[in-house]
């Protein structure tokens, strides 16, 4: 059995959940890169200083990253409305659409270069490795619907959870670190094609 064959028979589940985590920290840091300036100036971000003394940067922007998600913030306890639900990407002054695309592109890059290193030469197979994935985003994802929680006045700002968990934290992993995977995997497969055929010429 050749080394490459035998690295596919298990699945990487430690380099996986490192990959997942490392992966959402990457879409959050380029999150924040993006949207911070603008957190910062905003009228939203001026209430929270006035009210509660210090700024909420990282938090706003964990609302935006998982807006990115199709995740929503949840606005609790606000006087007279009560509940409020919004998105900051996308419409006429949410932040630009393109947002989107940043958990997209680093989940896919992340389950690409997972399977590439693993050697896993089977598009199938390299869409496993989304299952190695999953635990280190989701723990993430979890664990970010709380600490991007700002209290404003009483009122409450947070992600809301159960898509932060499910959206979030279950359906991106499995569906675009598992397109990488399986992208991966088929490129592994046609190298290993075109090295026996160069050979069989020979």
């Known amino acids: 059995m050749s080394s490459s064959s035998a690295q596919a028979t298990d699945l990487p589940v430690a380099a996986g959940a490192a990959v ?13 890169i993006v949207v911070a300036p603008d957190v910062r100036d905003s009228p939203l971000q001026r ?21 990115a998600h ?25 932040f630009a ?21 693993q050697r896993i030469a089977a598009p199938a197979r390299g869409a496993t490795v989304e299952l190695t994935v999953l635990p280190g985003y989701l723990v993430a994802s979890l664990a970010g619907a709380f600490l991007f929680e700002v209290t ?18 279950i359906v991106y992993p499995l569906v675009f670190a598992g397109g990488g995977g399986a992208i991966a995997g088929a490129l592994e497969t046609r190298a290993g094609e075109s090295a026996t055929t160069s050979r069989t010429e020979r």
Not at 20 to 32: C, D, M, P, R, S
Not at 56 to 63: L, P, R
Not at 70 to 93: K, Q, Y
């Open 70 to 94: 199709f995740a929503n913030t949840v606005f609790r306890d606000l006087p007279i409305v009560g509940s409020h639900t919004t998105s900051f990407v996308g419409g006429e002054e949410g």
């Open 20 to 32: 997942g985590l490392v992966t959402w920290l990457l879409g959050y840091a380029i999150t924040y």
């Open 152 to 169: 404003i006045a009483g009122a409450t700002g947070a992600p809301d959870l159960l898509p932060a968990v499910f959206l979030a934290g």
């Open 97 to 117: 659409a393109l947002l989107y695309l940043v958990p997209i592109v680093t989940l896919l890059a992340g389950g690409f270069a997972l399977t590439k290193y």
């Open 47 to 67: 209430f929270v200083e006035a009210f509660e003394g210090e700024p909420a940067t990282y938090e706003m922007v964990g609302w935006v990253f998982y807006n």
